[in-house]
């Protein structure tokens, strides 16, 4: 097949839609499809209205259409630097959007955005869902909120697939050797960083060979490093780090903590519980998240309510003062990640879906 794959952002760098994007070139590749991919870049000041509607996009996107002359076209993150107007360019060719996130929905990007901003979000997503369900064959969702959202909204043609990543192997080294807790993520309100480290700073004394290390920035760094000051050692600010950084730490770890608040904002990952436990990392994440099921199955961590220190610390207690439990409940994550939320897994699902769609445009 020839696949043609669209994205605001080129595949790879460090973001959870992106990373998937890069997987999904290099699978279908050794799939022994012809793969394009186009992407755009992101605007600054006043050109950022384009986002709602950009006809130039939809033109690039339709002259590599008739270029190309795909099997079918695969959206992604269209949204922003692309705008809904490309879900218009792909003349008769069949087309699917897997939706990564909840702007669709019309979710801000952050939660401290203004009402103005949060009311444009809004509007602009209701243009978004129209032109989505007149011009796109079928949606993928990566999660079952998702899934329910997408068909409460009237898209006619929804496919649940799981999100994947990258299988190393089995881990070098068990999580039983290791000791420290790693974060990966915006250091931001949605995403409980700031939570962590109060949590980890009220454990901290009861395990001394135990360091905190986050990968990322955002508005919450300044606090987050205020509080690891009166801690000399034991929390490691990290900031932005390569994609391939970032996994290595986390094999690394004792246990890998995503804490984040859907309250704040919904997402279908994060990527990060998929990366940790395809580590062998056992994961704790909260109440929410839609791949905390992933955890739940395999019993290789720990859920917790979003906001609650005390449970947090506990979990991560758990792990910390226990290295055989963490090995084990490493193991049981790997497992079942292994068996679902891999590219062997998911992707030969997904180019039966493209055949599919070939086959009915064909018809």
């Known amino acids: 097949m020839r696949v043609l794959l669209v994205n605001d952002r080129p595949p790879g760098g460090t973001s959870g839609a992106e990373v998937h994007l890069a997987l999904l070139v290099d699978s279908l590749r050794e799939a022994g499809d012809e793969v394009e991919t186009i992407s755009s870049e992101p605007r600054r000041g006043a050109a950022r209205a384009l986002d709602v509607w950009d006809p130039r996009a939809a033109r690039r996107v339709a002259e590599r259409v008739a270029a190309f002359s795909p099997t079918v076209v695969h959206h992604h993150n269209v949204l922003r630097e692309l705008s809904p107007a490309v879900l218009t360019a792909t003349r008769r060719v069949p087309s699917v959007l897997t939706v990564h996130d909840h702007r669709l929905f019309g ?19 209701a243009l978004a869902r129209r032109t989505a369900r007149r011009h796109v064959t079928a949606v993928v969702a990566v999660d079952d909120a998702t899934e329910r959202r997408l068909e409460a909204y009237g898209f006619p043609q929804v496919t649940r697939l799981d999100l994947f990543a990258h299988d190393p192997g089995s881990p070098a080294a068990p999580a039983s050797e290791k000791t420290d807790v790693v974060f990966a993520g915006r250091l931001a309100p949605d995403k409980g960083a ?79 519980v998929l990366e940790a436990a395809l580590r062998g990392r056992p994961v704790v994440t909260t109440e929410g998240v839609p791949l905390a099921a992933l955890v739940r199955r395999s019993d290789g961590g720990a859920v917790v309510p979003p906001g609650h220190r005390g449970l947090l610390a506990a979990a991560l207690e758990r792990f910390l003062g226990d290295p055989t439990g963490a090995r084990q409940a490493g193991e049981r994550a790997r497992a079942v990640a292994v068996a679902h939320h891999t590219p062997e897994a998911v992707v030969p699902q997904l180019r039966a879906l493209y055949a599919r769609l070939a086959v009915g445009a064909a018809g």
């Open 107 to 125: 979710v801000a990007d952050a939660p401290t955005d203004g009402w103005l901003r949060q009311r444009a979000v809004a509007r602009a997503a």
């Open 194 to 272: 700031l939570e962590l480290v109060h949590a980890f700073a009220s454990i901290a004394a009861r395990h001394p060979r135990a360091v905190l290390a986050l990968v990322g920035d955002g508005p919450q760094r300044a606090a987050i490093e205020a509080v690891a000051a009166t801690l000399p050692g034991r929390i490691r600010v990290l900031g932005g780090v390569p994609h391939d950084e970032a996994l290595s730490l986390m094999a690394g770890a004792r246990v890998v903590a995503a804490p984040s608040f859907p309250s704040l904002r919904p997402e279908t990952g994060p990527q990060t």
